[in-house]
C-alpha cells in the first residue's frame, strides 16, 4: 500500500533517494539523434532521408517483433495472409517476389529472396544506438568485451512513410530473427518478405496509423510494399526493413547494435561499452524495471505528483476534449494516447517519456482499486504482441478515464474496461525523469 502521510523519516528519505539512484537510468530508454542532411545518396534516391530525432530504445522487450496467430511451420514456404483477432487484418502478406530496389512498380515473379535457415534462438540484453555509424574496431571491441555472447549491427532512422515520420530499423533478415522471439524467428514467411523489399510495420502503425497490409506506401521517396504487421518493443521504432531497403531510403548504415550478455550484469557491461563507444552513444538496457525503496513496501507521498500538479495536468487533459486523435501526434491540436499524456503532464513540469511502453515505467503499478485521478492506465491491445504496452490511458476518477482512443475517434472521457488492463501506474516526477 502506498504510504500517504507528509511526513516521513530521514530513514525513508534515505531510501526514497537510494531507490531512484537505483532505478536504471536507461529506464524506458530514450535516445535521441540530432536532425541533419545525409552526406550520401543511394544510386536513384528521389529524395534523401534526413537522420531525424529517433526515439529508439525504451523497454526493448523479448517480444520485438512477435506475431501472435501465425502458426506457420520454420521451413514453410507458405507466405499466405495469416488472419488476425481483429476482422480484416493479417500479419503477413502474401509473397509477392521480385525487385528488392525499392524502386517500386509491379514486381515480377522470382525466386524468393534468400534467408538463412533459423538455427538458434539469441536473447538480447542491451541495445546501442550512435548517431553516425559505428566504426568497425568499436564493433569488434563490442563484441570481445568479457561477457558479450553476441552483438548485431544494424541501422537505425526516421523515414516518411505516407507523410508519417516513422522510426525504421534495418537488419539483415538471416540473423537478426534470432534475436527475436521463436514463433517470430521461425517465420520464414516474414523474413523473406523483409530481404525481399518490403516494410514489416507496427499493429499500431497499420490499425491506427492507416497503413494497411499489403499496401503499398511512399517511403522517403520510394514505393514500398507493407508486407508484415508486426510490432517491435523498441519504444518508437514502428517498422523494420533490410539493410539494403535502409540504404536506399538514405538511413545510416550500421549506427547500432544488439547486444547478448546473458552471464554479466547488464548494468555493468552497459557502463563498461560506454567507456568505449564514440561520444554521444546511447546504451540500454533490456527489460528495464522500476526498483522499490530498498527495504521498504511503501513510497512516501513526496515521491509522487503535488495535488497542485496533478490538477493542472487533469485540466491540460480535459481542456483537449474532442481533438482527433492522430497516429503520432503530440499536440497540441491532435493526439495519439501516449501523446496526449506526455503533453498534458508536461504542462504540469512533469517530464514524461513519449511512448505507452515508456510510460508504464514511470512509477510504481498499484491496484486499480487504489486508482486516483491522475494515474494511468494501460493496456495490452496488440494482437501482434500480447505483452507489448500499447495503450495508457488517465483516470479520471469514479470509474472514468480521459484518452485519445484510436484512428476515428476523438480525445474523450469514457468508462473503464478490464478487457487487457495490464495495470495502473502511478507517476513518480523523479522517476519519470530517468526515463530517456
Known amino acids: 500500500m502506498l504510504d500517504r502521510r507528509a511526513r516521513?523519516?530521514?530513514?525513508?528519505?534515505?531510501?526514497?533517494?537510494r531507490a531512484l539512484s537505483e532505478t536504471r537510468q536507461d529506464l524506458a530508454y530514450r535516445p535521441r539523434l540530432p536532425r541533419r542532411d545525409p552526406v550520401r545518396r543511394a544510386a536513384g534516391l528521389r529524395r534523401a532521408v534526413p537522420l531525424i530525432t529517433v526515439l529508439l530504445v525504451s523497454v526493448l522487450s523479448a517480444d520485438v517483433l512477435i506475431l501472435t496467430g501465425m502458426d506457420e511451420a520454420a521451413g514453410s514456404d507458405t507466405a499466405a495472409v495469416q488472419i488476425g483477432r481483429r476482422p480484416g487484418h493479417g500479419y503477413v502478406a502474401a509473397a509477392q517476389r521480385g525487385d528488392a530496389s525499392g524502386r517500386g512498380g509491379p514486381r515480377p515473379t522470382a525466386a524468393p529472396a534468400a534467408v538463412a535457415p533459423l538455427t538458434r534462438l539469441i536473447r538480447p540484453h542491451l541495445f546501442v544506438v550512435a548517431d553516425h555509424p559505428l566504426p568497425p574496431d568499436v564493433v569488434d571491441r563490442v563484441r570481445h568485451q568479457k561477457g558479450v555472447a553476441s552483438a548485431e549491427v544494424t541501422d537505425a532512422a526516421g523515414v516518411l512513410v505516407d507523410g508519417k515520420r516513422v522510426q525504421t530499423m534495418g537488419v539483415d533478415p538471416s540473423t537478426f530473427r534470432a534475436y527475436t522471439p521463436s514463433i517470430t524467428a521461425a517465420s520464414d514467411a516474414l523474413w523473406r518478405n523483409i530481404a525481399?523489399?518490403?516494410?514489416?510495420?507496427?499493429?499500431?502503425?497499420?490499425?491506427?496509423?492507416?497503413?494497411?497490409?499489403?499496401?503499398?506506401?511512399?517511403?522517403?521517396?520510394?514505393?514500398?510494399?507493407?508486407?508484415?504487421?508486426?510490432?517491435?518493443?523498441?519504444?518508437?521504432?514502428?517498422?523494420?526493413?533490410?539493410?539494403?531497403?535502409?540504404?536506399?531510403?538514405?538511413?545510416?548504415?550500421?549506427?547500432?547494435?544488439?547486444?547478448?550478455?546473458?552471464?554479466?550484469?547488464?548494468?555493468?557491461?552497459?557502463?563498461?561499452?560506454?567507456s568505449i563507444l564514440p561520444k554521444g552513444s546511447q546504451v540500454a538496457t533490456i527489460n528495464p524495471?522500476?526498483?522499490?525503496?530498498?527495504?521498504?513496501?511503501?513510497?512516501?507521498?513526496?515521491?509522487?505528483?503535488?495535488?497542485?500538479?496533478?490538477?493542472?495536468?487533469?485540466?491540460?487533459?480535459?481542456?483537449?476534449?474532442?481533438?482527433?486523435?492522430?497516429?503520432?501526434?503530440?499536440?497540441?491540436?491532435?493526439?495519439?494516447?501516449?501523446?496526449?499524456?506526455?503533453?498534458?503532464?508536461?504542462?504540469?513540469?512533469?517530464?514524461?517519456?513519449?511512448?505507452?511502453?515508456?510510460?508504464w515505467a514511470a512509477g510504481p503499478q498499484i491496484p486499480l482499486s487504489q486508482a486516483q485521478p491522475g494515474d494511468l492506465l494501460f493496456w495490452r491491445n496488440d494482437p501482434t504482441n500480447p505483452g507489448y504496452i500499447s495503450h495508457v490511458a488517465i483516470y479520471w476518477g469514479n470509474g472514468k478515464m480521459l484518452h485519445a482512443p484510436h484512428t476515428g475517434d476523438v480525445v474523450r472521457i469514457a468508462d473503464v474496461y478490464t478487457k487487457n488492463l495490464a495495470g495502473v501506474v502511478r507517476v513518480s516526477p523523479a522517476v519519470a525523469a530517468r526515463v530517456r
Not at 523519516?9 to 526514497?16: F, P
Not at 497499420?206 to 497503413?211: A, F, L, P, T, W
Not at 495536468?313 to 501523446?339: H, N
Open 8 to 17: 516521513f523519516s530521514t530513514r525513508v528519505r534515505r531510501n526514497l533517494a
Open 289 to 359: 524495471v522500476v526498483v522499490a525503496p530498498k527495504g521498504r513496501t511503501a513510497w512516501p507521498a513526496s515521491a509522487f505528483m503535488a495535488p497542485q500538479q496533478l490538477q493542472t495536468a487533469l485540466q491540460a487533459a480535459v481542456s483537449k476534449l474532442g481533438r482527433p486523435y492522430v497516429w503520432g501526434a503530440e499536440g497540441p491540436d491532435s493526439f495519439d494516447c501516449s501523446g496526449l499524456v506526455q503533453w498534458a503532464y508536461g504542462q504540469a513540469g512533469v517530464r514524461m517519456p513519449r511512448v505507452a511502453a515508456q510510460q
Open 196 to 274: 525481399d523489399g518490403d516494410m514489416a510495420v507496427s499493429f499500431e502503425l497499420g490499425h491506427d496509423g492507416g497503413v494497411k497490409l499489403g499496401s503499398t506506401v511512399d517511403g522517403g521517396g520510394r514505393r514500398l510494399r507493407i508486407g508484415a504487421y508486426a510490432t517491435v518493443g523498441m519504444g518508437s521504432i514502428a517498422a523494420v526493413v533490410s539493410h539494403r531497403t535502409a540504404m536506399a531510403l538514405g538511413v545510416p548504415q550500421g549506427n547500432a547494435l544488439v547486444v547478448s550478455a546473458p552471464e554479466v550484469d547488464s548494468g555493468k557491461l552497459r557502463s563498461a561499452l560506454l
